[in-house]
């Protein structure tokens, strides 16, 4: 049977066709436009001229974001907010050009060691307390029996030395793991991600070759002794992740 006409030749069939295209093709806009909130209008890597300059088919309108427990609310794009400060400088004048660090290459926001402007405040759970806190605080949290404990632990840098010993453990009481191993290298107490270490029970080590021996004490630190930011999460993070390029100059160097 026919389909049934709605005007002259023109049928039901054709009609939901129609209707899906110019749904498609608005969802395409919605979805270009959403994600274009934040790092534009696009600039050129030479000059700095603006080179998208945007308009009403280019970027979303402000949204206004209400943030859970009392922390009032976020509009995106975000306006005013300062850049990350690279130290570093191009090696040659043309776009696309790789950076070379300035200074001191683990701090220079370069590479592995890249780091967002997060939020300056501690990530919460459902309860709204801090999410990430020394196991001692979370006493429905502990390490397993049959598990190595690393507290006590000598920790080993890329270079094979000794860079302190595991004070504490830093744990997510929402997921229930250990996100950061509190490392005493005698000069002060610093947070090494979890993710990058390797515990070794039987020899009673933890290998975290992502830095060498020295260059823990120059990992950024929580302003707090039980509480971390975000902020401070990232640049923690970044620090050791920056050690994977920068630790030592072989790491620099092509592998072919």
């Known amino acids: 049977m026919d389909d049934v006409k709605l ?46 300059p945007g308009g009403p088919l280019h970027s979303a309108t402000p949204k206004t974001f209400l943030m859970p427990h009392g922390r009032g609310s976020v ?27 300035t200074g001191n290459p683990m701090e220079a926001g370069l590479g592995p060691g890249a780091y967002a402007e997060r939020a300056d405040h501690p990530d919460l759970n459902a309860e709204g307390n801090p999410r990430i806190v020394p196991i001692g605080a979370a006493d429905h949290i502990s390490v397993h029996a049959r598990e190595a404990d690393p507290r006590g632990m000598d920790v080993i840098g890329a270079d094979g030395a000794s860079a302190g010993t595991v004070s504490d453990l830093w744990v997510d009481n929402a997921e229930h793991v250990i996100r950061y191993l509190e490392v005493d290298t005698g000069k002060k107490k610093v947070l090494a991600p979890m993710a990058m270490s390797k515990v070794k029970g039987k020899q009673r080590q933890v290998v975290i070759d992502a830095i060498n021996a020295d260059q823990f004490a120059g990992a950024p630190k929580p302003r707090k002794k039980s509480e971390i930011t975000l902020y401070e999460e990232e640049r923690i993070v970044a620090y050791f992740g920056a050690g994977y390029l920068y630790a030592n100059a072989e790491r620099q160097e092509p592998v072919l």
Not at 25 to 30: E, Q
Not at 47 to 52: A, E, H, I, L, N
Not at 80 to 89: A, C, L, M, S, T
């Open 75 to 101: 509009t995106t794009p975000t306006k005013g907010r300062e850049p990350v400060d690279v130290k570093g400088e191009r090696t040659f004048r043309s776009p696309g050009a790789p950076y070379h660090p």
């Open 7 to 52: 005007i002259g030749t023109f049928d039901v069939t054709e009609l939901v066709f129609l209707a899906f295209v110019l749904f498609f093709i608005a969802l395409v806009f919605y979805l270009r436009r959403e994600d274009r909130r934040e790092g534009y209008p696009l600039e050129d890597e030479a000059t700095g001229r603006v080179d998208t």
